[in-house]
């Protein structure tokens, strides 16, 4: 395992380019795992750390252009540094366009590699240190009651207790304490953060 705990993928069918890349990272104390095509590199057990890909636009078996559109396709979310040979304008402006850290064109300068690879581990220990609070977020919301979840989402939609408790059929201090109830179970301390939290619930979701 790397010294940061991440792993960087290199996927290119040119045993030097992917060995010269693979010692490059290693000799900064990257975790690398190479391939020479899509296929090895998606029959291979993933490991499951903060990650980055290296990625060439011409394989042998699937184009990096279209593993970077058939990776959105499936939610996921693993940064994508894109090297080439054969690389033009319009090619590299559709590869950032879909989200792309870096478009390199062969020969490339090591730093410029480090650098997009860094910034790629960078984003996508982000992503999951997000997924990680989101995934805390559910578990405290499915910790509460449903008529506590009714509340809820009467809360921050903007009623007022007395509307609430009209709404429910329900007394105004028995709203009071399923109110008091779902700010201590969610962990909220203001009404602001509340509703941002139920925001966060009905967020899109992404996977690497």
């Known amino acids: 395992m790397s010294r940061d705990g991440s792993v960087v993928f290199v996927i290119d069918d040119d045993f030097y380019v992917r060995e010269s890349i693979e010692d490059l990272l290693r000799s900064v104390g990257h975790e690398v795992r190479a391939y020479d095509s899509v296929g090895s590199f998606l029959?291979?057990?993933?490991?499951?750390l903060p990650a980055c890909l290296v990625l060439d636009v011409r394989l042998p078996d699937t184009s990096g252009l279209e593993f970077q559109r058939w990776q959105a396709s499936?939610?996921?979310s693993l940064p994508i540094v894109f090297i080439?040979?054969?690389g033009d304008i319009p090619m590299s402006v559709a590869a950032m366009k879909a989200g792309a850290i870096e478009f390199l064109t062969k020969p490339f300068r090591d730093q410029d590699l480090l650098d997009a690879v860094h910034a790629g581990i960078a984003l996508d220990r982000r992503r999951r240190a997000d997924e990680a609070d989101l995934a805390a977020v559910r578990d405290r919301y499915a910790s509460l009651t449903p008529r506590e979840q009714e509340t809820m989402a009467l809360v921050?939609?903007?009623?007022?207790?007395?509307?609430?408790?009209?709404s429910l059929g329900l007394s105004e201090m028995t709203v009071k304490v399923h109110?008091?109830?779902?700010?201590?179970?969610m962990n909220a301390t203001s009404l602001p953060e509340l509703v941002r939290l139920a925001d966060s619930l009905s967020a899109p979701t992404t996977k690497a």
Do not use: F, W, Y
């Open 43 to 48: 029959h291979d057990a993933r490991v499951d």
């Open 179 to 185: 109110r008091a109830q779902v700010m201590r179970k």
């Open 74 to 76: 499936t939610g996921s």
């Open 84 to 86: 080439t040979g054969h």
């Open 156 to 166: 921050v939609s903007g009623l007022m207790n007395k509307q609430i408790a009209a």
